[in-house]
């Protein structure tokens, strides 16, 4: 990684408009971090980088099912490459699908005990490999970033 000094502004003077420019200094330190989260995920859970995003959508309310349209729209992925994605966790035993009552074509996807321990096991190394990951490739710069595009967040969250 460059030395963070040698980043890009967030000052405007581009040709970018300054809330464009601070996305995409924040999509490359945030496709960093995740380019190293997938090795260890991978090591961790056995699972593609895709299946682990549906699988901590459903363990952010792990009694409570989602539906398939809705982890799709969440993740913003084609239903037919999701509609992949969750059988092949199903084959592992870490969701469990059914129809949803009353409507035909509705799923719903659902973590399995297995999969509620094996995060619980794995989620402490990957907060920390997450941690020390933005520490790495989120600068100044990039940090000074975020906090232009969402102003009304980093107010909200600021101590009194």
């Known amino acids: ?12 003077d581009g040709l970018l ?15 960093a971090v995740e380019q190293e989260l997938r090795t260890v995920v991978k090591e ?4 593609s980088h895709d299946e682990f995003l549906v699988l901590c959508l459903l363990a952010a309310d792990p009694g409570e099912a989602l539906r398939m349209t809705r982890i799709a729209e969440l ?7 999701l509609t992949y994605q969750i059988a092949c966790l199903q084959h592992a035993g870490l969701v469990t699908r059914k129809s949803v009552c009353g409507d035909k074509r509705g799923v719903e996807v659902a973590l399995t005990e297995k999969a509620r321990g094996l995060l619980k096991e794995a989620s402490g190394v990957l907060a920390e490999t997450v941690k020390e990951a933005l520490a790495r490739f989120m600068g100044p710069t990039q940090r000074q970033a975020m906090c232009a595009l969402i102003p009304d967040v980093v107010a909200e969250a600021a101590p009194e």
């Open 1 to 12: 990684m460059a030395d963070r000094s040698d980043c890009p502004s967030v000052s405007g």
């Open 17 to 31: 408009p300054v809330e464009l420019h601070a996305w995409m200094l924040m999509l490359a330190a945030t496709g």
């Open 44 to 47: 961790r859970l056995d699972v």
């Open 75 to 81: 993740l913003g992925r084609p239903k037919t490459r």
